[in-house]
């Protein structure tokens, strides 16, 4: 109703001016009204928003490029943890208890808050159907920690995409650090078989990137990180992003207790959000969830997750014990 009687208030107001026909005072209120709304718009913006200001381009929206750019006002990224067995425990009796005390710590204790993350865990190949039945009713999802290059044929060992699918498998990891540096894996292996992942409905993919201490210390983390999340996602429409996580793991600090800050985190996946941007637009690449992983606890969960542009952690060593993996993922609720 306001919004009616303003725009017949500015003709009242200019009905009183000579010299002026009705034509030009409807034109000159239709004008005066506009920016009006444009000014009470803003102001609304930057109240709700005052560590990213908007500016008007064209009929465009855009924010600044600097790091607080990450707060969306639109849309919010839902935390997501995800917890890497490697090659632990020796035993499916080991891990069929693990996977019940999981299973009881989320059905019993978690809160509603809780819900709101994405929990997934992911197994040895051996250990996935267990985790499958056990995990049922929990809310926490089961991934594979690889895939092979084929889908079927004469690969003696090797597990492909649609096996891990069909088995009802949600997520994939691809790219981690020691499936680069043990099996030599290259960045076209990688991106060749997130492709054969996005091939099965409904299959995510969770794609590790990361410098080594060298490359850190000779300040090549944008550059690396820059190079992977290129040549990993080559080919990827704008359609399929939805179905990828990108994990960010400092090599210098997997398995090794050195942690980066989250000031370091969180410039790490800026420099992962620019590349986004830069191949995928603003609206895109800030709806990706970039985690966190290297030597996540639940002591330092909190101060990583209160940056914002770390959207969740992929947890080695204390992803096997279910109370450390518990309190981390009551960590990712901010």
């Excluded at 239709?30 to 709700?48: E, G, P, Q, R």
């Excluded at 043990?182 to 794609?207: Q, R, T, W």
């Excluded at 997750?305 to 770390?310: A, G």
């Excluded at 993996?325 to 960590?331: E, L």
Aim: aromatic share 6%; proline share 4%.
């Amino acid at each position: 109703m306001a919004v009616e009687i303003i725009p017949g208030i500015f003709i009242l107001v200019l009905s009183k001016l000579e010299g002026i026909t009705q034509q030009k005072k409807r034109v000159t209120a239709s004008v005066i009204m506009n920016s009006f709304c444009t000014a009470v718009l803003l102001s609304i913006l930057l109240l709700v928003h005052p560590a990213g200001a908007f500016v008007l381009q064209g009929k465009n929206l855009q924010r600044p490029t600097d790091h607080q750019s990450s707060f969306a006002l639109f849309s919010a990224r839902r935390p997501v943890i995800a917890g890497n067995w490697k090659l632990n425990p020796k035993s499916i009796a080991e891990a069929s208890q693990l996977l019940k005390l999981l299973h009881a710590n989320f059905v019993n204790h978690r809160t509603p808050a809780q819900l709101d993350v994405e929990v997934v865990v992911f197994p040895p190949f051996p250990f996935l159907l267990e985790a499958l039945l056990v995990l049922q009713g929990s809310g926490i999802k089961v991934g594979a920690q690889n895939v092979a290059l084929q889908t079927s044929g004469a690969y003696t060992g090797e597990v492909s995409a649609p096996m891990v699918r069909s088995i009802g498998v949600d997520y994939v990891m691809l790219g981690h650090s020691e499936r680069r540096a043990i099996f030599g894996e290259s960045d076209a292996d990688i991106n060749k078989k997130l492709h054969l992942c996005l091939a099965e409905p409904g299959l995510g993919v969770i794609l590790c990137v990361g410098e080594t201490e060298d490359e850190y210390e000779s300040k090549l983390l944008a550059s690396v990180c820059d190079v992977q999340i290129r040549k990993g996602l080559k080919g990827v429409s704008i359609s399929d992003l939805s179905r990828i996580i990108i994990a960010y793991e400092p090599v210098w600090a997997i398995g090794t207790g050195k942690v980066a800050t989250p000031e370091q985190a969180q410039v790490a996946h800026t420099v992962i959000r620019n590349t986004l941007t830069d191949m995928y637009g603003y609206q895109a690449a800030d709806s990706v969830r970039i985690q966190y992983g290297g030597s996540v606890n639940p002591e330092n969960v909190d101060s990583l997750m209160s940056m914002p542009d770390v959207d969740g952690a992929l947890v080695g060593g204390a992803s096997l014990t279910a109370d450390a993996f518990t309190r981390i993922v009551d960590g990712a609720i901010h």
